[in-house]
């Protein structure tokens, strides 16, 4: 079962990830977020995804930019 990423599409890319849901591990009835802001991750995008702040752009991750501290 697929793996996702969960972002806000209306956010500046690259939107931050607000979470991570495993369908494999939990079953999350209709609980989900829409689809339209789950990001279907490969094996390898799962395995690494806690391994670096993750935003994501235009279909996949990418390191987010680092954020200013204060503002």
Do not use: C, E, N
């Amino acid at each position: 079962m697929p793996r996702y990423a969960h972002f806000d599409p209306a956010a500046p890319a690259p939107a931050p990830v607000l979470g991570w849901y495993d369908t494999d591990l939990l079953d999350y009835g209709d609980k989900l977020p829409s689809p339209a802001a789950l990001l279907l991750l490969t094996d390898p995008q799962w395995a690494g995804r806690l391994t670096a702040t993750q935003g994501v752009q235009g279909g996949t991750l990418v390191p987010a930019p680092p954020r200013a501290i204060g503002v």
